[in-house]
């Protein structure tokens, strides 16, 4: 038999031979089928339009919280309806115009004329603004509402506490007549300013923003004072943040009182006590309206409390005291008012000492009216000079006696009248914000 294996037809029916070790030898020497090669398919490049992954971001980024969330949903961006007050940030800046970026269908626009802040305004700054139009035209802006609105704007803006701008037309017998928007209001004068001017009429011809109190079919009452105070507000948060002691800063006096006067400081006030300007019950206080340079010298977060200086501490009355009166030395003075506990002298302007009763002769005095009368001119003796609390004690008893003892007793009585006369005083005034 020869080594080449022949193929066998078998009959319909007939059983496979059987692999033999020939038959499997004969089979792994045939040489092995090689298939053909398939020619490399080219990778199919996609057609149509690139998607730029770098400004998609930029602008998911600039879409609003509100706006993602409806994207995300699957429901378009609504247009905000007018008189709405909206948040957003600065997309892109032209000579004329300013455009923002508020989630909407499409950008609003705001003339940038018309901002308070346009020079400092650059793109990708956070604003906040009110709708004025929204429709086919597009998104009309504005920082306050005014001009053609109308009044179910005011309505709007009256429901939201909204500010809207009008012009002071006229006085009556309550307060002004105001006009917003080609619609007349009415300003009660208490509403006119937090800090109102002694003559009312230079208000007439101003153009003021108002916060609409009250609005219905034919009253429209407004207050400028109520947006003045929610503005206070917002720069008390900042200034409380910001003021530190030793600041020296410039402010409106804005109440005057006996014991001092309240400055304006940015939406705090502070007092400058009547000892910071001098002693002397004829000492000149500042008007009010009147700018000053003040030191913030403590502040008291706590109880909102500040309390003020001058701006160089080494101004004023007691600036040369201690050159200029010398302890046991004698000095001519006036009598400027009389106490039951003694009579207070004039030694230079804005410099006062007291003289108390037990200091007033060699024997006892009952009451200083006995020995001294008002506009007097005395002879008094310096005793003690307290700088820190600008306080000075005198004597007119020849060498001055027991002075110096009686002058720190005398002292140490007021302080503790004073606390006790002022304790529950104090206590419900603790958490008064001067403001």
Same mark, same amino acid.
């Given at each position: 038999?020869?080594?080449?294996?022949?193929?066998?037809?078998?009959?319909?029916?007939?059983?496979?031979?059987?692999?033999?070790?020939?038959?499997?030898?004969?089979?792994?020497?045939?040489?092995?089928?090689?298939?053909?090669?398939?020619?490399?398919?080219?990778?199919?490049?996609?057609?149509?339009?690139?998607?730029?992954?770098?400004?998609?971001?930029?602008?998911?980024?600039?879409?609003?919280?509100?706006?993602?969330?409806?994207?995300?949903?699957?429901?378009?961006?609504?247009?905000?309806?007018?008189?709405?007050?909206?948040?957003?940030?600065?997309?892109?800046?032209?000579?004329?115009?300013?455009?923002?970026?508020?989630?909407?269908?499409?950008?609003?626009?705001?003339?940038? #004329?018309?901002?308070?802040?346009?020079?400092? !305004? %650059?793109? +990708? =700054?956070?604003?906040?603004?009110? @709708? $004025? *139009?929204?429709?086919?035209?597009?998104?009309?802006?504005?920082?306050?509402?005014?001009?053609?609105?109308?009044?179910?704007?005011?309505?709007?803006?009256?429901?939201?506490?909204?500010?809207?701008?009008?012009?002071?037309?006229?006085?009556?017998?309550?307060?002004?007549?105001?006009?917003?928007?080609?619609?007349?209001?009415?300003?009660?004068?208490?509403?006119?300013?937090?800090?109102?001017?002694?003559?009312?009429?230079?208000?007439?011809?101003?153009?003021?923003?108002?916060?609409?109190?009250?609005?219905?079919?034919?009253?429209?009452?407004?207050?400028?004072?109520?947006?003045?105070?929610?503005?206070?507000?917002? #720069?008390?948060?900042?200034?409380?943040?910001? !003021? %530190?002691? +030793? =600041?020296?800063?410039?402010?409106? @006096? $804005? *109440?005057?009182?006996?014991?001092?006067?309240?400055?304006?400081?940015?939406?705090?006030?502070?007092?400058?006590?009547?000892?910071?300007?001098?002693?002397?019950?004829?000492?000149?206080?500042?008007?009010?309206?009147?700018?000053?340079?003040?030191?913030?010298?403590?502040?008291?977060?706590?109880?909102?409390?500040?309390?003020?200086?001058?701006?160089?501490?080494?101004?004023?009355?007691?600036?040369?005291?201690?050159?200029?009166?010398?302890?046991?030395?004698?000095?001519?003075?006036?009598?400027?008012?009389?106490?039951?506990?003694?009579?207070?002298?004039?030694?230079?302007?804005?410099?006062?000492?007291?003289?108390?009763?037990?200091?007033?002769?060699?024997?006892?005095?009952?009451?200083?009216?006995?020995?001294?009368?008002?506009?007097?001119?005395?002879?008094?003796?310096?005793?003690?000079?307290?700088?820190?609390?600008?306080?000075?004690?005198?004597?007119?008893?020849?060498?001055?006696?027991?002075?110096?003892?009686?002058?720190?007793?005398?002292?140490?009585?007021?302080?503790?009248?004073?606390?006790?006369?002022?304790?529950?005083?104090?206590?419900?005034?603790?958490?008064?914000?001067?403001?």
């Amino acid at each position: 038999m020869s080594d080449r294996i022949r193929t066998i037809r078998r009959k319909k029916g007939e059983k496979k031979p059987e692999k033999t070790v020939e038959t499997l030898a004969a089979t792994e020497a045939q040489p092995a089928e090689v298939a053909p090669k398939k020619p490399k398919q080219k990778k199919k490049v996609p057609t149509g339009p690139r998607i730029d992954a770098t400004a998609l971001a930029e602008e998911a980024n600039a879409l609003g919280v509100d706006a993602m969330a409806s994207l995300m949903s699957g429901a378009a961006p609504k247009d905000p309806e007018p008189g709405q007050q909206v948040s957003g940030t600065v997309a892109s800046i032209t000579k004329t115009t300013v455009f923002v970026n508020i989630g909407a269908k499409s950008e609003g626009v705001i003339d940038k #004329d018309s901002l308070s802040h346009s020079d400092t !305004l %650059k793109v +990708g =700054d956070a604003i906040s603004v009110f @709708v $004025v *139009s929204a429709g086919a035209r597009g998104i009309k802006l504005a920082e306050k509402l005014s001009g053609a609105g109308t009044k179910e704007m005011l309505e709007e803006a009256f429901r939201g506490k909204i500010p809207v701008e009008g012009v002071v037309e006229s006085r009556n017998p309550g307060g002004f007549n105001v006009l917003i928007s080609g619609v007349k209001a009415f300003c009660p004068a208490s509403q006119i300013e937090r800090h109102p001017h002694d003559d009312l009429d230079d208000y007439v011809g101003q153009k003021r923003v108002f916060i609409i109190s009250e609005f219905k079919e034919r009253d429209v009452v407004v207050s400028h004072r109520a947006f003045q105070e929610s503005q206070a507000a917002e #720069d008390a948060e900042k200034a409380w943040e910001q !003021l %530190k002691e +030793g =600041d020296v800063k410039e402010g409106t @006096v $804005v *109440s005057v009182q006996d014991f001092g006067v309240f400055v304006e400081l940015g939406g705090v006030q502070g007092l400058l006590h009547k000892s910071e300007l001098g002693q002397g019950s004829d000492t000149p206080l500042p008007a009010k309206g009147e700018v000053l340079s003040v030191r913030i010298k403590t502040i008291d977060k706590a109880k909102d409390r500040i309390s003020l200086g001058l701006q160089d501490q080494a101004s004023g009355a007691w600036a040369d005291i201690g050159n200029q009166f010398i302890e046991g030395e004698e000095y001519t003075g006036t009598v400027t008012r009389l106490m039951d506990f003694g009579a207070f002298v004039k030694l230079a302007d804005g410099v006062e000492g007291m003289v108390h009763v037990s200091q007033m002769a060699e024997h006892r005095v009952d009451h200083p009216r006995s020995v001294v009368r008002s506009g007097q001119e005395v002879k008094v003796r310096v005793i003690e000079i307290d700088e820190d609390r600008k306080r000075i004690g005198l004597s007119m008893k020849k060498d001055g006696g027991d002075g110096r003892n009686t002058w720190k007793k005398h002292q140490r009585d007021q302080a503790k009248k004073q606390n006790q006369s002022l304790g529950t005083f104090a206590d419900l005034l603790g958490d008064l914000k001067l403001s």
